[in-house]
T-cell receptor, first 112, second 112 residues
Framework: DGGITQSPKYLFRKEGQNVTLSCEQN?????MYWYRQDPGQGLRLIYY???????QKGDIAEGYSVSREKKESFPLTVTSAQKNPTAFYLC???????????FGSGTRLTVV | AQSVTQPDIHITVSEGASLELRCNYS??????LFWYVQSPGQGLQLLLK??????LVQGIKGFEAEFKRSQSSFNLRKPSVHWSDAAEYFC??????????FGKGTRLSVIA
């Protein structure tokens, strides 16, 4: 079955280290998105990509980086410049017409 | 700028009672509107969506929502709540290929 896979489900990082979150989809969707979720804050957009080799910053891009070398993959790197990286990260994808997103099951990142 | 307001942070209803979750949006163009549900530690699942046409839309799990342009609202309803409906609910707005903007969510608790 088609879907979107995020890995790992839980991730621990020491302060000062970069860490990369994986997001893979086999839905043949053109657009992919990264959101950050904090309690009481809803979902905030980090980065998005509507085509391979192109991406745009969202509302809270500082301290994050992405790449889109393949249609299926949109990894997110949380850099040491991100001041408060502990959060739940959600990846989503959308097909032609963007008629609603398909979400992955999320990665919970904890800085220790 | 587009925005979504979910006025109720937390709602508690009795099993079998009716439910209405409120959503108000601000958007410059004719919006696409969505309701998603999230169980703890999971991704978001699409409940229903509105693009155009009939302002009362039916979704999965017995949910429905009504689009009221004059009130900029898209409230979610269910006639009889089940204990399994306990979750967090998010309203979202977008159009075309613009990334969705999410509300901060409403947490639903169901009591016996």
């Amino acid at each position: 079955d088609g879907g979107i896979t995020q890995s790992p489900k839980y991730l621990f990082r020491k302060e000062g280290q970069n860490v990369t979150l994986s997001c893979e989809q086999n839905l043949n969707h053109d657009a992919m998105y990264w959101y950050r979720q904090d309690p009481g804050q809803g979902l905030r957009l980090i980065y998005y990509s509507q085509i391979v080799n192109d991406f745009q910053k969202g509302d809270i891009a500082e301290g994050y980086s992405v790449s889109r070398e393949k249609k299926e993959s949109f990894p997110l790197t949380v850099t040491s410049a991100q001041k408060n990286p502990t959060a739940f990260y959600l990846c989503a994808s959308a097909g032609v017409g963007y008629y609603g997103y398909t979400f992955g099951s999320g990665t919970r990142l904890t800085v220790v | 700028a587009q925005s979504v307001t979910q006025p109720d942070i937390h709602i508690t209803v009795s099993e079998g009672a009716s439910l209405e979750l409120r959503c108000n949006y601000s958007y410059g163009a004719t919006p696409y509107l969505f309701w998603y549900v999230q169980s703890p530690g999971q991704g978001l699942q699409l409940l229903l969506k509105y693009f155009s046409g009939d302002t009362l839309v039916q979704g999965i799990k017995g949910f429905e929502a009504e689009f009221k342009r004059s009130q900029s609202s898209f409230n979610l309803r269910k006639p009889s709540v089940h204990w399994s409906d306990a979750a967090e609910y998010f309203c979202a707005v977008g159009a075309g290929n613009t990334p969705l903007v999410f509300g901060k969510g409403t947490r639903l608790s169901v009591i016996a």
